[in-house]
């Protein structure tokens, strides 16, 4: 008889409620410390984005290469993301933090005063490595310092806000920044929260490490991240010169080799980090699917926006900002309402509305053209399609999480945390160089708009069958 994968019933709240969360002023200054880490990490995701036209003029770099500016950080910080984590329970989370912090301020120091492309291009990855020693080590803090019940909450609760609005804040302050200081203060401004957190670090947070002490599994880490890396290159390039260069070529094949070995090292590792019969599960396998999906699309919708916002309309920097600082805002509201939408529907019907939300809503901006009343149409429609990204992006981590025993729920939320740093890695150059290299930037936002919606609404639908189907 089948194993009856569906998702629980949710457990009846308890009568009593908790006590009031009370936090000493020292879990306080710990708390702003973990927060104003994770709230740096989301504000670098974001802070670069209006500030790219202008970036790349003043370092020579095109177009086409423009995504390599956010695909830089993101590739380390999502591919060296669990060997992090693992490498923070065997020699200590406090230890990997604080390294993990220095090396971000310092590479944000680098992107500040890069002199070419390749100095910029550098210390955009070694923040991407900074990133994702400082996210897991972060979060795994935070929860063994607060115990688990009201103060846990209250401490999940504050961080998971600043990481929506440092997005926000983000966007707004890259027009800012970009209009009155120039490009190199969104980086500056990296290198000083840094400076600010470092210091306080060491003598407020406890050294935390785990007892069962995992073994490190470093060709898993290896063969993954190389293998992500040469298919972005191979994908980026093709699109520029086409698949019949050696280098495309050669990458294309060494990617493929590389995650199949992945696939092989994992299902071999005593410790792997992806465990391959987790992803048998049909709430983890679909449910990650929606994720990557909701993830990688709108990751790519924000950046062909920006180019079209600014090189189409020619609106400033700062106006930019503007324009997905309201798309912040509403992604916050979307975040605090979801749990109380997915109470009255349940996670698998708010994934599956969500991401046909979102498909529906990224198709409207095929309306966008050269008049001033798209301004209008592109902050509406991008603002209400954030709205359904926040809702499947809090539904799909409740559905790969549900009916997971305990002892592999970090394995499961592990899942998650990798999906949703894939889905911003592999987005941009698997659709934004479209636009790029495109015979006019307008035609080519409007075929990446196309593609993007068709492939969330088909998201939509197999999701929906994936996790509509029951078993006995």
């Not at 490009?183 to 003598?203: C, D, E, K, N």
């Not at 993007?452 to 996790?467: F, K, M, Q, R």
Request: proline share 5%; charged share 10%.
């Amino acid at each position: 008889m089948a194993i009856d994968t569906s998702t629980p019933t949710p457990t009846p709240a308890r009568e009593t409620p908790a006590p009031a969360a009370r936090l000493s002023p020292r879990d306080k200054l710990v708390l702003f410390v973990l927060c104003a880490a994770q709230f740096m990490v989301a504000l670098d995701f974001s802070v670069l984005n209006v500030a790219l036209p202008v970036l790349g003029a003043d370092l020579g770099l095109g177009q086409s290469a423009l995504q390599w500016a956010v695909t830089a950080f993101a590739l380390p910080s999502g591919g060296f993301l669990l060997l992090f984590g693992r490498m923070g329970d065997l020699y200590g989370r406090r230890r990997l933090f604080l390294s993990g912090l220095a090396l971000f301020g310092a590479a944000s120091l680098l992107a500040t005063l890069a002199w070419d492309p390749a100095s910029f291009l550098a210390g955009r990855a070694l923040q991407g490595v900074g990133a994702a020693a400082i996210v897991p080590t972060g979060m795994s803090l935070l929860t063994t310092t607060f115990p688990e019940g009201p103060a846990r909450d209250r401490a999940l609760g504050i961080s998971g806000t600043l990481l929506s609005l440092g997005f926000t804040i983000g966007m707004v302050a890259g027009g800012v920044l970009t209009d009155t200081l120039g490009w190199r203060s969104t980086m500056g401004l990296l290198a000083l929260f840094a400076l600010i957190v470092l210091p306080l670090a060491p003598g407020l947070l406890p050294e935390s490490r785990t007892p069962d002490r995992p073994r490190l599994d470093v060709p898993g880490a290896v063969t993954v991240t190389g293998g992500l890396l040469a298919l972005i290159y191979a994908l980026s390039t093709a699109a520029d010169h086409g698949f019949g260069r050696t280098d495309v070529l050669v990458a294309l094949v060494a990617g493929v080799l590389l995650l199949t070995a992945f696939a092989v090292v994992e299902s071999r590792s005593e410790a792997p980090l992806v465990s391959l019969p987790m992803l048998r599960r049909r709430t983890v396998a679909w449910g990650n699917l929606g994720g990557l999906v909701t993830f990688s699309m709108m990751s790519t919708v924000v950046f062909v926006l920006t180019l079209y916002l600014q090189e189409v309309l020619r609106l400033s920097a700062f106006a930019t900002g503007l324009v997905f600082g309201v798309q912040g805002v509403l992604s916050v509201v979307a975040g605090a309402c979801a749990p109380k939408v997915i109470g009255r529907f349940g996670a698998r019907r708010t994934l599956v509305g969500s991401l046909a939300g979102q498909g529906v809503l990224t198709a409207a901006l095929l309306g966008l053209g050269e008049g001033g009343g798209s301004v209008w149409l592109a902050t509406a429609a991008v603002s209400l399609a954030s709205m359904f990204h926040l809702g499947a992006i809090v539904s799909y981590g409740l559905t790969v999480t549900s009916g997971v025993p305990d002892e592999e729920q970090g394995l499961a939320t592990g899942l998650v945390t990798s999906t949703q740093q894939v889905g911003i890695t592999v987005g941009i150059p698997l659709l934004g160089v479209l636009a790029t290299t495109s015979a006019g930037l307008l035609s080519g936002v409007r075929t990446v708009i196309a593609l993007d919606a068709a492939i969330v609404l088909a998201a939509a639908l197999l999701v929906a069958l994936g996790l509509g189907r029951r078993t006995r």
